[in-house]
């Protein structure tokens, strides 16, 4: 099944799931990190590979490894069946398979119907980053970067390349980033301090950044003299980052306020969703120090 693109506008917080199982739960992936569906292929073992790992597959000539769900979630580990599919994702500029038992259908849900996890879901190995209800049943919406960066560490945010960038006033800079990851937020709150940017605040989503926004129109105080930019990741309960964009740049109170989007969905084949919203710039996580020279560029002239 090729990924279809069935929403025809950008930004009204709406996104596509595809819904699979796993044993007897019921799991989704956003349709934006899904290339394909496809039955499962001969997989090559590959020597010493981390235990989620099945091996590789060849696919139109490209050599991708196989993530068996099962395993990285503990259920049933070692079941693997002929109804099974696979299921070809691209995000954090990395193509990845992950086996899966079944995919049942494509939802189209708003993000306001996403629920962040509670604490008793995270006793699974692999955090979960939403639940949403539908047809009295609970789909439970993966962190499929945590279980990338369980099998390979190195594709973490790295911040070896941080420091040889312009050198500006950084710490005078008011940014304000939307990202729901706690994980996330602590390590680009500990990059861009290493970078200089020392005056930070955290929203978990959108919805949270616009009430913001709104209090300071309330208060009468100019947005341009309290914030300088804003950083959001697309995927976020609520409101979405792209929801969130078009709705800053539709505000003419907010529509000069610098955006940029730092989000595994960042991809040549996607890059067009941030452009139709109006952001002013687009980077893929984990280049968080393409992030910061990004940053100096469009703060150099405030």
Request: include cysteine.
């Amino acid at each position: 099944m090729e990924q279809r693109d069935i929403l025809l506008e950008t930004g009204t917080n709406e996104l596509e799931i595809v819904e699979f199982t796993v044993g007897e739960n019921k799991f989704g992936i956003n349709v934006m990190k899904v290339k394909e569906i496809i039955q499962p292929l001969p997989v090559t073992p590959v020597p010493h590979a981390h235990r989620y790992v099945e091996g590789i597959i060849e696919l139109r000539g490209e050599v991708l490894p196989v993530v068996n769900v099962a395993r990285a979630l503990d259920l049933h580990p070692n079941e693997i069946q002929e109804k099974d599919k696979l299921i070809v994702t691209e995000f954090n500029k990395m193509k990845v398979v992950f086996r899966v038992h079944s995919v049942t259908q494509i939802h189209r849900v708003s993000w306001t119907q996403i629920e962040k996890p509670q604490d008793m879901y995270q006793g699974m190995e692999t955090q979960i980053t939403g639940v949403v209800k539908l047809n009295g049943d609970m789909i439970l919406l993966l962190d499929f970067e945590r279980i990338v960066l369980d099998i390979h560490p190195e594709s973490a945010i790295g911040k070896d390349k941080i420091r040889k960038h312009t050198q500006c006033d950084r710490s005078s800079k008011k940014i304000i980033v939307a990202e729901d990851s706690p994980l996330l937020r602590q390590l680009i709150e500990e990059t861009l301090t290493e970078a200089g940017y020392t005056n930070i605040d955290f929203y978990e989503n959108g919805k949270d950044v616009v009430t913001y926004l709104e209090l300071l129109k309330e208060e009468g105080k100019d947005l341009y003299e309290t914030v300088d930019l804003l950083i959001t990741d697309i995927e976020m309960p609520q409101m979405d980052g792209l929801h969130l964009t078009k709705r800053i740049k539709e505000t003419p109170e907010w529509e000069a306020l610098p955006i940029i989007i730092f989000s595994s969905l960042i991809t040549e084949d996607l890059r067009h969703k941030g452009q139709k919203v109006g952001v002013d710039a687009q980077i893929s996580k984990p280049e968080i120090h393409l992030l910061v020279q990004k940053m100096d560029e469009l703060l150099e002239d405030k």
